[in-house]
Structure formats: structure tokens, C-alpha cells
């Protein structure tokens, strides 16, 4: 069966730092292209980054450029998500899930959400 499982999820202080994990299980995550996405209280979901298999390409949305960095260990088959210098826009229930390719950070290319973990950034 194929699962997404996000972890890392707290509470920090405005800029602080947390590394969110993706672990996947039933299929070889490192064959596919991970996605993380947020949604905040009232608001859509956003894509936040994304990691492409193979060359492992990576694209990041603009509110988190420079500030957050994705990355992958195939042997773990886990997807990272490091956040650095937090802000309280930044609090959400951060999700990760699959698509093909990594391009245009759009849910409705993506499958096999997780649940999410929480992040809340106090100000």
C-alpha cells in the first residue's frame, strides 16, 4: 500500500528553524517526484517545493526561496523539508505527496497525501 507519512511538525519562535520528514512506504520514492505543499487556517492549499527523481531538480514557491531547502535520501526513502528563518506566514499543516515530474507546484498533479504535521511559527 502506498503511503506518505510527515513528521517534524512543532511550534517555533519567528526565526527559528525545523526539517519536516517525508517518509514514504510501498513504492520507491526515489523513482518519483516529491511534492510539499501548505495550507494555512481559511486559505488554499500552496505548493511550497518540490524534488524531481533522478537528477533530483528541485523548484521552490517564492515566499520560500532562500529560507527552505528540499532534499532526498533514496536509501531512507525519505524526502526532507529544511526551513530556516521562520516567519508566523509560515504557519500551516505542511503535506507532502507524488507526482510524475516536478514542475509547476499544482495539487491536482499530485497523489497519496499524507496526513500532515503542523507547523506554527510564534511571532
Known amino acids: 500500500q502506498v503511503q506518505l507519512v510527515e513528521s517534524g511538525g512543532g511550534l517555533v519562535q519567528t526565526g527559528g528553524s525545523l526539517r519536516l520528514s517525508c517518509a514514504a512506504s510501498g513504492f520507491a520514492l526515489g523513482y518519483l517526484a516529491i511534492g510539499w505543499f501548505r495550507q494555512a487556517p481559511g486559505k488554499e492549499r500552496e505548493g511550497v517545493s518540490c524534488?524531481?527523481?533522478?537528477?533530483?531538480?528541485?523548484n521552490y514557491a517564492d515566499a520560500v526561496k532562500g529560507r527552505f531547502t528540499i532534499s532526498r535520501d533514496n536509501a531512507k526513502n525519505t524526502v526532507y523539508l529544511q526551513m530556516n528563518s521562520l516567519k508566523p506566514e509560515d504557519t500551516a499543516v505542511y503535506y507532502c505527496a507524488v507526482s510524475r515530474h516536478c514542475t509547476v507546484l499544482r495539487t491536482s498533479d499530485y497523489t497519496h497525501w499524507g496526513q500532515g504535521t503542523q507547523v506554527t511559527v510564534s511571532s
Open positions: 524534488i524531481s527523481s533522478g537528477d533530483g531538480r528541485t
